[in-house]
């Protein structure tokens, strides 16, 4: 399979991914990340219906609040990357310095690099406060927030991604983990982008004033900031294999990113189901 046969695909995540995935080097994780993702393409047409059916009209609060308070819990990974950068850094410490060390301590900061705007470390606003500045007013109240909002599928999907990060024992698991939410969260933002945009102003009452403000949870991760923190997830899998004198091997990499794939459509298919 070739990088060229993805623009046969209906796709629109994928017609956004795929710029990305040509520019990346030639190799295993490119392989492996343009495999997976023609193979999964059922997943994301899926997860695209999903959205397109949310926002195709007015919804009242209730499926409102378990649609953003379920869909927050794939996105919000800032926590558990930031987790796994400590993890790595405790390795290090077990090299008692020296070059591999040196080299750990630089996968962390390739990790850092992704979290950066997330965390508010630029000085600008946290995410989570700018997403819970858009599902808010979308949903009437901020019961969105509440545990019962939150579908099992998607506390499942959290609970995968973080144990893959916080708890595998091979620390490559929450890298590669970490590489394909951050690829596919690039496709996701710039195809809600437009939709969101039209959608807070048409059916959700937002005042025009208003929808830059709503929407800039989605604004601030388009326009090249996922496709960058993605470009910082190759490097941090590339260094720590390097370091460790490991190789990624391809069959074990498209697993967990189906794996991924798949889980994040089973949220966005139950997201949608509480929409009609």
């Known amino acids: 399979m070739t990088v060229s046969n993805l623009q046969t695909l209906q796709s629109q995540l994928l017609n956004v991914i795929e710029p990305v995935l040509e520019d990346m080097p030639d190799g295993v994780l490119k392989q492996a990340l343009v495999a997976t993702f023609r193979s999964e393409e059922a997943a994301l047409l899926d997860i695209e219906a999903s959205f397109q059916l949310l926002t195709s009209r007015r919804h009242n609060a209730v499926p409102l609040r378990t649609f953003f308070g379920s869909w927050s819990k794939t996105n919000n990974s800032a926590a558990s990357v930031s987790g796994l950068a400590n993890r790595i850094t405790l390795l290090a410490r077990s ?39 858009m599902a ?12 019962e909002n939150c579908l ?106 189906s794996e991924y794939l798949q889980r994040k459509a089973t949220v966005m298919r139950d997201c949608a189901e509480h929409l009609v």
């Open 136 to 147: 808010t007013p979308i949903c009437g109240d901020d019961q969105w927030l509440l545990k």
């Open 152 to 257: 099992p599928s998607a506390q499942a999907f959290k609970d995968w991604a973080d144990s893959r990060r916080l708890r595998d024992r091979d620390l490559l698991e929450g890298l590669l983990t970490t590489l394909v939410h951050e690829v596919y969260t690039h496709g996701e933002v710039e195809f809600i982008h437009p939709l969101f945009k039209q959608w807070f102003e048409r059916d959700m009452g937002v005042p025009a004033a208003k929808v830059r403000s709503t929407v800039a949870w989605v604004t601030v991760h388009t326009g090249g900031t996922e496709s960058n923190h993605f470009a910082h997830a190759v490097a941090a899998v590339e260094e720590f294999v390097d370091v460790m004198g490991i190789a990624v091997v391809q069959a074990a990499a498209q697993e967990i990113f």
């Open 95 to 133: 090299e008692q310095g020296g070059e591999a060390a040196q080299r750990l301590h630089q996968v962390c900061s390739s990790l850092q690099r992704i979290t950066d705007e997330d965390l508010g470390a630029l000085g600008n606003i946290l995410h989570s406060e700018l997403f819970y500045n």
